[in-house]
Structures are given as structure tokens and as C-alpha cells.
């Protein structure tokens, strides 16, 4: 199969190892993935802090991008949220009804990873090895928004070697939020530091999650704490092989 990978803005600036990761395991598995090198941001950023007329150009660039592929990916249940659940919505908004319809056959096409890898191509054995004690967060976007449920979770349960260890309150937001972190800091900061006692109250080495973002505000707030648990993206891991691993 096909497939083009939709890296994300954060992804590309912050994370290109996901990225990497994405591509390499979705290429293990006899896949061709290609980079649509025109992408750009998907403008959710702009959406959630009410400049839909501003987001609406990133729409447009979004779906002249990605039309002509049959299968998108991205390693981001936030920005699959956004492409499928705000694209239609800004167009409709503004009056383009014909770019709303071609947004929601883009949006169809759009996968988050573990939506592509378990509802498409049918696989949850990806040949994997992570010999480490791992618990997952469930970000909120691809909990709540695109409903994923124990897709994630299973992938990771077929992966040899890994100790796989529950996070208490698991469905309990981290605290990031885009520019909530930012607007709404002391509150943030409190929802982190009880996500950071869930996550170290497993004893595990690495906490994981499909969204780089949450992971790079779980992550921030660990490194701080010189706590020893690292952050790794759901992808990284299910790229890991043995012979990577040695």
C-alpha cells in the first residue's frame, strides 16, 4: 500500500525521530510511504484559539496537498482530530461548501497510527522488540476525539520483551492543551504533576503516547524532576527491533 505520512508542524520542527519511526515501521511491514514535501501545518492551532478565518487558507493548502493520496498517516491524534473533525467545519463556515466536501474525503482518508496500523491494515503484531517496563497515556484528543480505544494498548501487548504496566487515571488529561498550558499555567501545571505521580507511581521507565505534545509536556515535567523515566512516542517503540535495540 501507499501511504503518505502527514509529519505535523511539531513533528517536523520538535520530533523528526517520530517521523522516522513512522516511516520506517510502516516500510518493515512492506509498505511504500511517501512525503508530500508542500505540507504544512494542519491549522489547528489556529482553530482552537478562535482565528478560523486565518486557518482557513491551512485548510485549503491541507487538502490540495493530500487529495490525491488514498491513505494519509500521522503519529497525532490531535492533528488526524483537527484534519477530520474542524477542516469540513471552517470551510462549511466561510462559505466554501465544495472545499468542506473535498476536506471530509481527505479527513476519511486520514489515519492516526494506530487506526492505520489495527483498523486498515489489519495488523497488531508488528514484529517489535522493547525489553523495558512501559505504561501508556491515552492523549485526549485520540481518547475522546477519535475514539482509538485499546487500539494503542494492543499494539504495544504484541510487542516481545516489553513489561506493560497500567497508569492509574489513565483517561486523566496531562495538562498541555496546546495553548492552555500557556494561558491557564497554574492549572496546568497542577494536572501534570498529578499525571507525573500516576506515571512514576507504575515504576516505569518509559511513559509512552500517540501525541508528541502530551509527551513533551509529561516529559518536560519529569526531566525537571530528574525522575528517570524517559518519554518515547508510541512509534518509536513500535519500530524497535532487537537488532536496534542491541
Known amino acids: 500500500m501507499r501511504i503518505a505520512l502527514f509529519v505535523t508542524c511539531l513533528g517536523d520542527a520538535l520530533f523528526p525521530d517520530v517521523g522516522k519511526a513512522t516511516v520506517m515501521l510502516l516500510e518493515r511491514l512492506g509498505h511504500e510511504v511517501v512525503f508530500p514535501d508542500r505540507q504544512t501545518c494542519c491549522g489547528q492551532m489556529h482553530v482552537n484559539t478562535g ?37 469540513a467545519m471552517v470551510a462549511r463556515r466561510h462559505g466554501e461548501e465544495r472545499l ?11 489515519y492516526e497510527l494506530s487506526e492505520l496500523l489495527v483498523d486498515v491494515l489489519g495488523v497488531e503484531d508488528v514484529g517489535a ?8 497515556h491515552p492523549t485526549c484528543h485520540s481518547l475522546r476525539m477519535l475514539r482509538v480505544g485499546d ?26 492543551g496546546g495553548t492552555f498550558a500557556v494561558k491557564n499555567a497554574d492549572t496546568s501545571t497542577a494536572m501534570l504533576a498529578d ?4 506515571v512514576l507511581d507504575t515504576r516505569a521507565e518509559v511513559a509512552t503516547a500517540g501525541d508528541a505534545s502530551c509527551l513533551m509536556q509529561i516529559g518536560g515535567g519529569l ?24
Not at 100 to 110: K, P, S
Not at 195 to 198: L, V
Open 51 to 87: 482565528y478560523q478565518h486565518e486557518a482557513l487558507p491551512l485548510v485549503r493548502h491541507h487538502v490540495e496537498v493530500f487529495e490525491p493520496y488514498d491513505v494519509v498517516v500521522a503519529p497525532s491524534g490531535s492533528c488526524v482530530g483537527s484534519v477530520r473533525h474542524q477542516h
Open 100 to 110: 468542506a466536501a473535498r476536506a471530509e474525503g481527505v479527513g476519511a482518508r486520514t
Open 129 to 136: 522488540f522493547f525489553p523495558h517496563r512501559v505504561t501508556y
Open 151 to 176: 487500539k494503542p494498548l494492543r499494539l504495544l501487548r504484541n510487542v516481545r520483551g516489553i513489561d506493560l504496566v497500567e497508569l492509574p487515571d489513565a483517561d486523566q488529561c496531562c495538562g498541555f
Open 195 to 198: 499525571k507525573m505521580r500516576n
Open 223 to 246: 526531566s525537571r524532576l530528574r525522575a528517570g523515566t524517559r518519554t518515547l512516542h508510541l512509534a518509536e517503540i513500535l519500530a524497535s527491533t532487537e537488532e536496534v535495540v542491541a
